[in-house]
């Protein structure tokens, strides 16, 4: 039988209507043992939105030189894609977060507090370049690409 919470449930979402039957989700990063707020917190959503924003943005700007000084066959749409691409694993590589990352205070790190490796930055960021795996996450607000290579996202 249909009740009315069922409908309730349904439009407010399943967290909202698992918490109302009484289950505790705890805060984004408690199963990781990460604090609520602060200095190694699961980075929210803002936050992620606006290190995207300037990655992309930066990653544009170099394709756009790029082409202007080389004028590539290759398209200003692929080449921005490759140049995101680019900057984001290498800055990630070198200084554990990408430019847009560091403006907005995170850092890309492993489960145990260290920064990732030159191979997992790679397979994160070709990931994060398919959309997908970084739009599907988990209740730690952790994408696939960063399950996949066992890390997260965290304030610093």
């Excluded at 009740?3 to 407010?12: E, F, T, V």
């Excluded at 990460?34 to 200095?39: A, I, K, L, S």
């Excluded at 800055?91 to 890309?108: A, D, E, N």
Aim: proline content about 3%; overall charge positive; hydrophobic content about 45%.
């Amino acid at each position: 039988m249909v009740d009315r919470r069922d409908w309730a449930g349904w439009l407010q979402g399943p967290r909202k209507s698992l918490e109302s039957q009484g289950y505790e989700f705890g805060h984004p990063g408690e199963r990781l043992k990460r604090p609520e707020t602060g200095p190694g917190s699961i980075a929210r959503f803002g936050r992620r939105l606006a290190a995207l924003s300037i990655d992309w943005l930066s990653a544009l700007l170099l394709a756009r030189a790029l082409n202007d000084l080389i004028e590539l066959e290759l398209g200003i749409d692929l080449l921005t894609l490759f140049m995101f691409f680019a900057h984001t694993f290498i800055f990630i590589t070198l200084f554990g977060g990408s430019f847009g990352h560091r403006i907005t205070g995170m850092q890309v790190q492993s489960l145990n507090g260290a920064r990732i490796g030159i191979f997992k930055s790679a397979i994160r960021q070709f990931l994060v370049c398919l959309v997908v795996p970084a739009v599907i996450y988990d209740r730690d607000q952790r994408g696939l690409h960063d399950r996949l290579i066992k890390a997260v996202l965290v304030r610093v």
